[in-house]
């Protein structure tokens, strides 16, 4: 079976420019989350998606907004890039949306750096 | 505020012998512990995790403690081989509620350890 894809792998853009991220969950899987990884620290939470729609959000500027699909898949949008912005950002999947013991599975990431 | 810590960025072991990787967590209402382990150029593997309902969870070579009066969890992997030298992180998740009340499950990640089995 598929595991979570994500396109393009690697993308370079300059500042004020925007971005589109795309995310495809394991099969089944109806809640896709987002995660931004810089150098040296762990994943930081972005968004949750269940069912269409925005369940949590993290700590991040307006400037982030995802959406997801009725196939489930998903997009995250950054706009008027910063350099700050330079770092791995993954998607994730996960059978339900809650907190009730099920893992989520993750992709291989877009490594995004802002020039 | 780091609520979930990993506090050794490296650890070098031994092929065949033990590796002990430690988490510390600050926030009680935790309830769904973690471990990931990740290679360079891909995204975080789940390894195995934990409830809070429970203070051990094993799977093949990979065990997980979970001690909640001292907000630590460990992982250990018994025999260590060299394939398993990675990056590893640890995730802590809990009832988090958005502004309509609706629940969602977040992942807090420590800074990950650096794993080397050396053969």
């Known amino acids: 079976d598929a595991g979570v894809t994500q396109s393009p792998t690697h993308l370079i853009k300059t500042r004020g420019q925007h971005v589109t991220l795309r995310c495809s969950p394991i099969?089944?899987?109806?809640?896709v989350s987002w995660y931004q990884q810089v150098l040296g620290q762990g994943p930081q939470f972005i968004f949750q998606y269940y069912e269409k729609e925005e369940r949590g959000r993290g700590n991040f500027p307006d400037r982030f907004s995802a959406r997801q699909f009725p196939n489930y898949s998903s997009e995250l949008n950054v706009n008027a890039l910063l350099l700050g912005d330079s770092a791995l950002y993954l998607c994730?999947?996960?059978?339900?949306?809650?907190?009730?013991?099920?893992?989520?599975?993750f992709g291989d990431g877009t490594r995004l750096s802002i020039l | 505020d780091q609520q979930v810590k990993q506090n050794s960025p490296s650890l070098s072991v031994q092929e065949g012998r033990i590796s002990i990787l430690n988490c510390d967590y600050t926030n009680s209402m935790f309830d769904y512990f973690l471990w990931y382990k990740k290679y360079p150029a891909e995204g975080p593997t789940f390894l195995i995790s934990?409830?809070?309902?429970?203070d051990k969870n094993e799977d093949g070579r990979f065990t997980v403690f979970l001690n909640k009066s001292a907000k630590h969890l460990s992982l250990h992997i018994v025999p260590s081989q060299p394939g398993d030298s990675a990056v590893y992180f640890c995730?802590?998740?809990?009832?988090?509620?958005?502004?309509?009340?609706?629940?969602?499950?977040?992942?807090?990640f420590g800074q990950g350890t650096i794993l080397t089995v050396h053969p």
């Open positions: 934990i409830s809070s309902i429970k």
């Open positions: 994730a999947s996960s059978l339900n949306v809650g907190w009730e013991f099920k893992p989520q599975h």
């Open positions: 099969s089944g899987h109806k809640s």
């Open positions: 995730a802590a998740s809990g009832s988090s509620f958005n502004a309509g009340g609706t629940s969602y499950g977040k992942l807090t």
